[in-house]
């Protein structure tokens, strides 16, 4: 059965740090790509990253040069260190698995091309 499972929200006060975590079974890291995903309240949900099968990253704009996206394959986990944190980044974080090998046509952002989801991690950033 395959499932993800998120971790590591939390309230962080504006420019600090969270790392978030996905714990990925009933499939190998090395088979599926991850997408980190985030919803804010009456937003739709919006791609933050992604990393494919063989390590290859990818970054929405809006996080590029403060997120990073990295996975350990021995424990199944990719991980979303998030530093210099906005309170724009306040929302719900989801990973998710990508139904395709890649990201054809580079849209790896779009929900639609995902079918696991986790339940989600609150991440709030509030001074």
């Known amino acids: 059965q395959v499932q993800v499972v998120e971790s590591g929200g939390g309230l962080v006060q504006p420019g600090g740090s969270l790392r978030l975590s996905c714990a990925a079974s009933?499939?190998?890291?090395?088979?599926?790509?991850i997408g980190w995903f985030r919803q804010a309240p009456g937003k739709e949900r919006e791609g933050v990253s992604y990393i494919m099968r063989y390590g290859s990253t990818l970054y929405a704009d809006s996080v590029k040069g403060r997120f990073t996206i990295s996975k350990d394959n021995a424990k199944n986990t990719v991980y979303l260190q998030m530093n210099s944190l906005k309170p724009e980044d306040t929302a719900v974080y989801y990973c998710?698995?990508?139904?395709?090998?890649?990201?054809?046509?580079?849209?790896?952002?779009?929900?639609?091309?995902?079918?696991?989801w986790g339940q989600g991690t609150q991440v709030t950033v509030s001074s």
């Open positions: 009933g499939f190998s890291l090395d088979q599926r790509a």
């Open positions: 998710a698995t990508d139904t395709r090998s890649q990201p054809f046509g580079g849209i790896w952002y779009a929900p639609s091309e995902y079918d696991h």
